[in-house]
């Protein structure tokens, strides 16, 4: 602290400022007597400079490249500073209005010190600026800069970049040559191209006839590019189109002029295309004149102006005219200087010889340097003499007699001379001499040597060999032309940069230096047709030369596919395959091959690279190579052919015959391409016996079923085999190609034998003196063996009571499915005495079963069973049914039906063929509730209406088309629109017909009824063991069948009367089908219910079910026989040797049935 305490003044200076010196500082006067205490407040800030600038993506002062129109975003970047920089935009060095710059707080650097009492971390931000352009062609070359601007910096922090927007060049412009033109053979004609413009500069060729005649050019300080083409003419150019540019100015006037008088002067073009435009400057002062233009004969234009000055006495003794030619296309301009003398009034002059002085020439310092082709006025000054001296130029030795203009003012003298700098004018000396007559001894001069700066003419380039090979080394040698000063070789390879060695520089014509650079490659295939340019490179010019060379390189053939590309095919397409190859030289040879060996010339043809293949088998998988040879040498390439084909199954377990409890394995191998080893399905056969069209399968979804894939083979394992896996297991695979295949392996579970109890098989019936016929019928695996007898006694094919015939003949067991098997029983010559019961027995290694068959005589058929509604429409329902024993017969079928809630009559329906367990009721109404009921009969006499009412309602009508409505009609009885005659014609014929079929059956009943008469009274002795009706009455029928012939009327009446009590409710039991297809009885009344399609031929179901169907069968009838269970004489003797079981016990019950009846 430091100041004067007794004026209260107490400073404090900081000494060695650090950043934690940085906050807010206080001055505090304690309290005095009762004054407040006194503070006062203040806050330092540190001041630390940006440590750096940075714009993002470019290093400073480089170019960035930009196309037209593209939008450019420069983002800036100022690290550190506290507090934070202000950034500025300067665009050549004018300040551009952007929007503030932002701190990103995200990116900071902690910066700071530890002091004696505390650490105070300062964030040192970062300071970011973007402007975005939209750079247009004028934007090419303009600088952009951003600067930092700190209070502790003394000068801001900058960095710049350059823009090089990229734009087209100009459309070229020829020159050199005027339409209409006659040139003769052998003069010598210079075209000169020029594009003006773009960014880069365009590279100009000259092409004649489409062809390129020249690659040379060169760039004007990046404005222009150039392309001069010299060539004596010859015939081949005769109508060939070129263009031309202006060539020179004309001043026309006095040469002097007095005061007061007006001086028209004049200012003519050469032809030129398009019309320039002339200016007049006088005395440095430009003038507005008219342009007249005209048309020149022989093409172009030729543009004319005046202009008229006014002499006056104060005038100087000599005015100056320039005027100016402009070719606004092509941006040339041509100046034309003409000096007018003013006369004085003095007539009369004292001539004295006084030698003049010394020339002085103006206009060229020999310290600078001008560019080729420039315009270079040179003025040469002489004072005094009298008499004037007269001013000649002169460059080297040789006097230059045009392009110089002389003028006197007063006793000035001057002589201006005007060239366009060549390339040879480079250390020319250009001098001029005074000649007078008052110059005695020698003409007094003056000189100046010129030094031209002047790029080359030409580039050349040589290649060494000329002619080179793959994998050779080719040196490309490029030496410039004269230049001044030297210049920069670069290389170029189809437009990109390539480096090449400097191989020196060398002393070259006027003045100039020659520089060589050598490109030295290995080229490879790659390099034929490549186009190297070679670019020559004034740097203190800005001024380029171009030449290119286009390689020729021999190479062997290529091939451009991939090797082993592989042709995926579908058997029995056809398809090309092209392996062009390239080479120089091109022509190229080609020979296909398989495997090294020739292939099938019918369906494999080849045209030099393609080859075409025809009906593609299979078998013609493989590698195919194509060998293309040339001068050069021979390459070879390597096809795939993959042929696709559709799946076929080679193996599958055809039967699998597995223990109960063990494992089952069955295989399925395929042949496929693609190979579908992973898709190979299995799925269980659910109807084994139907047609191709009718198989029917369901997945495996069994926890005790697994599947395995090993190479081309499927294995399905089943765990735990039960009698229910019994069957047939679909193995099909599919690949995408053609139709999938499928083939079927069994599986058969052994099981001991279960004999079928189908009411068709478990009785047997036939007249005396025919053959009777019992079948025995058995699911059992392995094979099942029979054993007949009666009565204890095995019965054989030889029957020792008749030694001279066979009573009976077991036939050859038949195998009917996988595990069905059947024995036939046949009796020849049946009498009285072979009627009874015939025990049929089943047999294989796992154990037997046994049944008792009835033989009887014929009889009326049994009552149909299982009664049930399969489909129900609007107007039918189809019906099907299980057919009982036939009688010994064949048998016929008859429906009745008619509507629950109405009081018709039943409707009734006699089935043809004979036999149809399945039929279709039609003519029915719509939304009607309709009960049905079917019977059987056969030559003999019928069965009772099966007691099982089955009721549907039919579904509500839908709207028909007019042939269902016809259709209709005609199958309901309608006669609709049918003629009168033709219903009266058929309803006679019809009656006929039917008065006869009722005289035929009466005539046929009576007969076969006197006939049985008289059987029964001449065998009374044996009447017990005789006809066996198993008909079980049921409660309130109101009749059963006994060992006579009952008849039964067709009367509607009659019918009514004797099915009164199956249709009053009184029915004492109806049948149902679980879920599992087992049939159980309830006692109930009468209701309507719909019986699926679960009993049906045995050969229809799987194996292991076939076996219940005697357990189905024979609960039907349990409550109309157990109570005759006990009576039967049979049961117990068979009983001790079955086991207890499903099938025996039904096989009991079937027993007690028929002794019921007896």
């Given at each position: 602290m430091f100041g004067n305490s007794r004026e209260g003044i107490h400073n404090l200076r900081i000494e060695n400022i650090k950043m934690e010196d940085d906050g807010d500082y206080q001055c505090q006067v304690g309290p005095a007597l009762n004054h407040k205490a006194i503070r006062a407040h203040t806050k330092l800030t540190v001041l630390l400079k940006p440590t750096s600038i940075d714009i993002i993506g470019h290093s400073n002062g480089t170019t960035v490249e930009v196309k037209e129109s593209d939008k450019l975003n420069l983002q800036c970047l100022v690290f550190g500073g506290k507090p934070k920089a202000e950034i500025k935009w300067f665009r050549k060095n004018i300040e551009q209005r952007t929007e503030k710059s932002d701190a990103d707080k995200d990116d900071t650097d902690n910066n700071g010190s530890k002091g004696e009492s505390e650490t105070q971390t300062h964030e040192l931000g970062v300071t970011k600026s973007t402007i975005t352009l939209t750079p247009h062609a004028e934007d090419n070359g303009v600088t952009y800069s951003c600067e930092?601007?700190?209070?502790?910096?003394?000068?801001?922090?900058?960095?710049?970049?350059?823009?090089?927007?990229?734009?087209?060049?100009g459309q070229p412009e020829i020159s050199g040559f005027t339409d209409g033109e006659t040139v003769r053979m052998?003069?010598?004609?210079?075209?000169?191209?020029?594009?003006?413009?773009?960014?880069?500069?365009?590279?100009?060729?000259?092409?004649?006839?489409?062809?390129q005649v020249d690659f040379s050019y060169t760039t004007v300080a990046g404005r222009e590019s150039i392309n001069s083409y010299s060539f004596i003419v010859d015939a081949s150019d005769n109508n060939a189109v070129y263009s031309f540019a202006p060539a020179k100015v004309t001043i026309t006037g006095p040469a002097e002029a007095k005061a007061g008088e007006n001086v028209t002067m004049t200012c003519k073009t050469d032809k030129s295309n398009p019309a320039a435009e002339l200016s007049w400057v006088v005395d440095g002062r430009p003038l507005i004149a008219k342009?007249?233009?005209?048309?020149?004969?022989?093409?172009?234009?030729?543009?004319?102006?005046?202009?008229?000055?006014?002499?006056?006495?104060?005038?100087?003794?000599?005015?100056?005219?320039?005027?100016?030619?402009?070719?606004?296309?092509l941006g040339e301009t041509i100046v034309e200087t003409s000096?007018?003398?003013?006369?004085?009034?003095?007539?009369?002059?004292?001539?004295c010889l006084d030698p003049p002085d010394a020339p002085s020439i103006f206009g060229y310092s020999e310290s600078s340097s001008i560019r080729a082709g420039s315009l270079q006025r040179l003025t040469c000054v002489v004072h005094g003499g009298n008499p004037l001296p007269e001013l000649k130029w002169f460059k080297e030795n040789e006097e230059i007699k045009t392009g110089s203009t002389s003028s006197i003012n007063g006793n000035v003298v001057t002589n201006e001379l005007t060239i366009v700098t060549?390339?040879?004018?480079?250390?020319?000396?250009?001098?001029?001499?005074?000649?007078?007559?008052?110059i005695t001894n020698k003409s007094l001069e003056n000189s100046v040597r010129l030094t031209v700066l002047f790029p080359p003419l030409n580039v050349n380039i040589q290649m060494k060999p000329k002619v080179p090979k793959a994998g050779s080394k080719v040196d490309l040698i490029c030496e410039s032309g004269s230049s001044n000063p030297e210049s920069e070789i670069n290389w170029f390879r189809n437009g990109l940069p390539v480096s090449g060695r400097r191989d020196g520089v060398f002393g070259a014509p006027f003045g100039g230096t020659a520089t060589r650079n050598i490109l030295t490659m290995?080229?490879?295939?790659?390099?034929?047709?490549?186009?190297?340019?070679?670019?020559?490179?004034?740097?203190?010019l800005g001024s380029s030369v171009h030449d290119a060379v286009t390689l020729n390189v021999l190479y062997k053939p290529e091939f451009t596919n991939l090797p082993f590309t592989q042709f995926d095919l579908i058997e029995g397409d056809s398809t090309s395959v092209n392996l062009t190859a390239i080479g120089n030289p091109s022509v190229i040879e080609y020979k296909w091959s398989r495997d090294g060996l020739d292939f099938d010339k019918k369906r494999f043809r080849s045209d030099g690279p393609v080859l075409n293949i025809s009906s593609v088998l299979r078998n013609d998988s493989g590698i195919y190579k194509c060998l293309a040879f040339?001068?050069?040498?021979?390459?070879?390439?390597?096809?795939?052919?993959?042929?696709?084909?559709?799946?076929?199954?080679?193996?599958?377990?055809?039967?699998?015959?597995?223990?109960?409890?063990?494992?089952?394995?069955?295989?399925?191998?395929?042949?496929?391409?693609p190979?579908?080893?992973?898709?190979?399905?299995?799925?269980?056969?659910?109807?084994?016996?139907?047609?191709?069209?009718?198989q029917n399968f369901e997945d495996i979804s069994s926890s005790r079923t697994r599947q395995t894939f090993e190479a081309n083979r499927s294995f399905l394992i089943i765990s735990n085999v039960s009698q229910e896996d019994s069957g047939g297991y679909e193995c099909s695979a599919f690949n995408g190609i053609g139709n999938p295949a499928s083939a079927i392996a069994y599986l058969i579970v052994k099981q001991k034998p279960i004999i079928n109890r189908f009411p068709s098989v478990s009785k047997a019936a036939s007249d005396n003196g025919s053959v009777g016929k019992l079948v025995c019928r058995a699911d059992g695996a392995p094979n099942v063996t029979f054993t007949w007898s009666r009565e204890g006694s095995v019965i054989s094919n030889s029957d020792n009571k008749k030694p001279k015939s066979e009573k009976y003949i077991v036939e050859t067991t038949s195998h009917l499915s996988l595990i069905t098997f059947q024995s036939i029983l046949l009796i020849k010559d049946v009498s009285n005495s072979d009627y009874g019961s015939y025990k049929c027995i089943a047999r294989n290694e796992l154990g037997f079963d046994v049944v008792d068959i009835n033989f009887s005589r014929t009889s009326a058929p049994d009552p149909p069973i299982a009664l049930r509604i399969i489909n129900s429409t609007s107007n039918s329902v189809t019906l099907k049914w299980v057919p009982g024993f036939d009688g010994g017969q064949t048998q016929s079928f008859r429906i009745r039906f008619k509507e629950v809630s109405g009081s018709d009559s039943f409707q009734y329906r006699d089935l043809s063929p004979k036999n149809i367990t399945q039929f279709l009721v039609t003519g029915l109404k719509p939304a009607t509730e309709y009960a049905f009921n079917v019977m059987a009969f056969n030559d003999i006499a019928e069965s009772k209406y099966t007691e099982d009412i089955v009721k549907t309602v039919t579904q509500s009508e839908t709207p028909a088309s007019e042939t269902e409505k016809v259709i209709s009609q005609v199958l309901s009885g309608k006669a609709g629109d049918i003629p009168r005659i033709i219903i009266i014609v058929v309803t006679i014929f019809g009656s006929a017909l039917l008065v006869l079929n009722i005289i035929l059956v009466i005539c046929f009943v009576r007969r076969r009824r006197k006939k049985r008469f008289e059987e029964e009274s001449d065998q009374s002795s044996t009447a017990k063991t005789g006809t066996i009706e198993m008909y079980a009455p049921a409660s309130g029928s109101g009749g059963s069948y006994n060992n006579g012939i009952t008849e039964t009327s067709l009367s509607g009446s009659d019918e009514e009367n004797k099915s009164e009590g199956a249709y009053s409710g009184k029915t004492d039991y109806a049948m149902e089908i679980s879920p599992s297809g087992m049939v159980t009885t309830h006692h109930h009344g009468i209701s309507t219910y719909l019986i699926d399609d679960t009993i049906a031929s045995q050969t229809n179901y799987y194996p292991p079910r076939f076996a219940n169907y005697g357990i189905i069968i024979a609960q039907l009838f349990v409550k109309l026989s157990i109570h005759a269970h006990s009576q039967h004489p049979m049961k117990n003797e068979y009983n001790e040797h079955l086991a207890t079981s499903e099938a025996s016990l039904s096989a009991a019950i079937a027993a007690s049935a028929m002794s019921d009846q007896k």
């Open positions: 930092a601007h700190h209070p502790a910096l003394s000068t801001p922090l900058r960095k710049t970049v350059t823009l090089s927007v990229l734009y087209p060049a052998g003069d010598t004609v210079t075209l000169v191209c020029r594009s003006r413009g773009g960014n880069p500069l365009a590279q100009l060729v000259w092409k004649k006839n489409g062809e342009n007249v233009v005209t048309v020149a004969s022989a093409g172009g234009w030729v543009t004319s102006a005046n202009v008229t000055i006014a002499i006056t006495n104060q005038d100087r003794n000599m005015k100056m005219f320039s005027c100016y030619a402009v070719n606004q296309a000096v007018l003398s003013v006369l004085s009034g003095n007539n009369y002059m004292l001539h060549k390339d040879a004018d480079n250390g020319a000396l250009y001098r001029c001499e005074a000649h007078s007559s008052a290995n080229v490879t295939s790659e390099d034929n047709g490549a186009v190297y340019t070679c670019q020559a490179t004034n740097q203190g040339n001068d050069q040498g021979a390459s070879e390439s390597s096809i795939i052919v993959n042929v696709h084909y559709p799946v076929s199954i080679e193996i599958v377990t055809e039967t699998v015959l597995v223990e109960q409890g063990k494992n089952a394995y069955l295989v399925c191998q395929v042949n496929a391409n190979n579908v080893t992973d898709a190979i399905i299995w799925k269980r056969r659910r109807n084994i016996t139907s047609s191709a069209e009718e």
